[in-house]
């Protein structure tokens, strides 16, 4: 495995646990999931009004926004630890 790949895999690894944190620990996010379930039952039913082409490109445009959501997280986490690490450095903790 490539030292890429091992971060990846860590950063994918944290990620997911503290998403479930928060999922079981906020209100704020139980509430957003709950209207996400409801939601994704309306949207089931008026895909299944489209035809087989109209479903597949709001089915595509979907997983290609969820994979650049994920990809926007992994970044975002890892500058996050950078910036924590030029912290920990300027405050001569590092």
Request: charged share 30%; with cysteine; hydrophobic share 35%.
């Amino acid at each position: 495995m490539s030292m890429q790949e091992t971060v990846d895999m860590f950063v994918d690894e944290i990620l997911e646990e503290h998403l479930r944190r928060l999922q079981a620990e906020s209100e704020e996010c139980q509430d957003i999931n709950r209207r996400l379930l409801k939601l994704s039952d309306k949207v089931q039913e008026h895909l299944n009004t489209l035809s087989d082409n109209q479903r597949k490109v709001l089915t595509d445009y979907s997983d290609t926004r969820n994979e650049q959501e994920g990809a926007n997280y992994n970044y975002l986490y890892l500058a996050g630890l950078k910036d924590s690490i030029q912290i920990l450095k300027f405050l001569e903790v590092l």
